[in-house]
C-alpha cells in the first residue's frame, strides 16, 4: 500500500481509502478512480491525501474496461456518501438467492427457451402461422431468475456451443440485455418488452437462404447485402405480431448505428431509443466472443476493446459503460488463468470489487492437469491470488460444456 498526496491521484489507480481530509465524507467503496473529473471532486470535498494499492493501477490495455469500473465515480455525493441498510433491498446486485440454487432453474429455463426458438423457426420455414405470445412468457421467466440471481443465466450464456449459434443468440442477447435493464433500474414491464424484443431480434433470419446462413467462411458483397435484410424481416415479424413498440424497434433497429452507418433503415441517433441502442451493444458483443464455424470467439476483455473502439460513434458510451459495470471485466462464465496459474470458471461476481470475484478453479496450467474443484474468493483476506487473463478453453483443450455440466450444474 502508498499513501499519495490527492494531486498524484491519476485515473486507473485502485483506491483504498482516505486517510486525509478536512471535511466529514467518506468514500463508499474501494475502487478504480475512473476519470480527471472525479478527481477533482474529491478535492473539492476536503480529500487531501488516500491510500492507493499500487500492484491494482490499471494499465493502459486494461483502459477500455477501467473506464466502467467506477467504484470512485464522478460525483461525490454517489461515491462518498455512507450506504444506509436501506439501499441494500434497491441495489441491482442484491441476490435474494445463492447460484447454487438458482443454476438449476436457469439451465431449465434456458433450454426451454432454446426449444421454442427451435420450434418458431420450423414453423416459419413450414410456412405455418405464428402465435409469438409465447416469447412473453418465457421473457418473464427469465427475468425472474436474473432478479433472483443474475449470475447464474449470466453464466450460461457465457458457455456457448459453437454448432447453436442460432438458437443461442438470441437468447444470450435477451438474458445480457435483462440484466442491463435491471441495472439500470427499469421497470418491469419495460425490462419485459425489452427482453421479449431480444428473445426476437434475429427471427427474421430464417427467410434468409441457408446457404448464407450456415456459411463456413466470409460472405460476398451480394451475400452480405441478402443478410443485412435480416432485421428487416425481423421487424416485419414482430411489428405483425403486435408486441408493442419497444419490441418491434429493438427487431429491427439492433444494427443500426449512431452515426447512421448502420443497416437496415441507416438510422441515426436521433432515431433510435435508449432500447435498441442497448441490444446494439449486447448483440455485438455476443457475436464478438461466441466460437463460430469459421472463427474463435474473442474473450470478454477483448470484445470490450473493440466495443470500445467504436465509442461513441456507433455505441452509445454511457450505456456502454453500464454495460460492463453490471456484466463485469470478467463476467460470470469466463474461463481466467490465475496467477497461481491455477485455470477456473468466474462463478460469482463481487460488484464491490469487480477484479475479485470467485473462481471456481479445476485445472493446474503449468503441470497441464485436472486438479479438484474448489471455489477461490479472490475478494477474500486469506487468498492472495489474482487474475492474470481471460483464457479460451482451446490454449489448454479443456471442454468447457462438459466441466459446466458435471461440475456445476446441481
Not at 439501499?87 to 441491482?92: I, L, M, S, V
Not at 427457451?113 to 420450423?122: D, E, G, H, R
Request: charged content about 25%.
Amino acid at each position: 500500500m502508498k499513501t499519495i498526496d490527492i494531486s498524484e491521484l491519476k485515473p486507473g489507480m485502485f483506491v483504498v481509502g482516505v486517510t486525509k481530509q478536512t471535511g466529514h465524507v467518506k468514500v463508499k467503496n474501494q475502487g478504480w478512480v475512473k476519470t480527471q473529473d472525479g478527481i477533482q471532486h474529491l478535492l473539492k470535498s476536503g480529500v487531501m491525501a488516500v491510500e492507493i494499492d499500487p500492484d491494482k493501477t490499471l494499465s493502459a490495455s486494461q483502459e477500455a474496461s477501467s473506464q466502467a469500473e467506477e467504484s470512485v465515480s464522478g460525483e461525490p455525493e454517489q461515491v462518498l456518501a455512507p450506504q444506509k441498510a436501506a439501499q441494500k433491498a434497491r441495489d441491482p446486485w442484491h441476490k435474494s438467492t445463492s447460484i447454487e440454487s438458482e443454476l438449476d432453474k436457469a439451465n431449465e429455463l434456458y433450454q426451454q427457451a432454446k426449444a421454442l426458438q427451435q420450434k418458431t423457426f420450423s414453423d416459419l420455414k413450414e410456412g405455418k402461422q405464428l402465435d409469438l405470445s409465447p416469447f412473453q412468457d418465457t421473457a418473464s421467466g427469465l427475468i425472474d431468475s436474473v432478479f433472483r440471481n443474475q449470475d447464474a443465466l449470466a453464466c450460461i450464456a457465457q458457455i456457448k456451443e459453437k454448432d447453436a449459434y442460432l438458437l443461442e443468440h438470441s437468447i444470450n442477447v435477451a438474458i445480457l440485455v435483462s440484466i442491463l435493464a435491471k441495472h439500470l433500474s427499469f421497470e418491469r414491464d419495460i425490462i419485459e418488452q425489452v427482453t421479449t424484443g431480444a428473445l426476437l431480434h434475429d427471427i427474421g433470419k430464417i427467410q434468409v437462404p441457408d446457404e448464407i446462413l450456415h456459411k463456413p467462411g466470409a460472405l460476398s458483397p451480394d451475400e452480405y447485402e441478402q443478410m443485412k435484410l435480416h432485421a428487416h424481416y425481423s421487424y416485419e415479424i414482430v411489428s405483425g405480431a403486435k408486441l408493442g413498440k419497444i419490441a418491434t424497434e429493438i427487431a429491427g433497429f439492433h444494427h443500426e448505428r449512431l452515426d447512421g452507418s448502420g443497416y437496415p433503415f441507416a438510422k441515426a441517433a436521433d432515431e433510435l431509443s435508449q432500447y435498441a441502442r442497448m441490444v446494439a451493444i449486447v448483440d455485438s458483443y455476443d457475436a464478438i466472443t461466441a466460437d463460430r464455424v469459421y472463427k474463435t470467439g474473442k474473450t470478454p476483455v477483448a470484445a470490450f476493446k473493440i466495443l470500445r473502439e467504436h465509442v461513441p460513434h456507433h455505441y452509445d458510451e454511457s450505456l456502454f459503460n453500464a454495460f460492463i459495470q453490471c456484466i463485469g471485466v470478467f463476467p460470470v462464465g469466463t474461463l481466467v488463468k490465475l496467477k497461481s496459474q491455477r485455470v477456473g470458471i468466474i462463478s460469482q461476481s463481487n460488484p464491490e470489487t469487480p477484479l475479485q470475484p470467485v473462481v471456481k478453479v479445476f485445472y493446474h496450467a503449468k503441470n497441464m492437469h485436472y486438479t479438484e474443484v474448489r471455489d477461490i474468493d479472490l475478494s477474500s483476506k486469506r487468498v492472495e491470488d489474482e487474475i492474470e487473463a481471460a483464457i479460451k478453453p482451446e490454449e489448454f483443450s479443456l471442454n468447457l460444456m462438459k466441466f459446466f455440466k458435471h461440475s456445476m450444474l446441481p
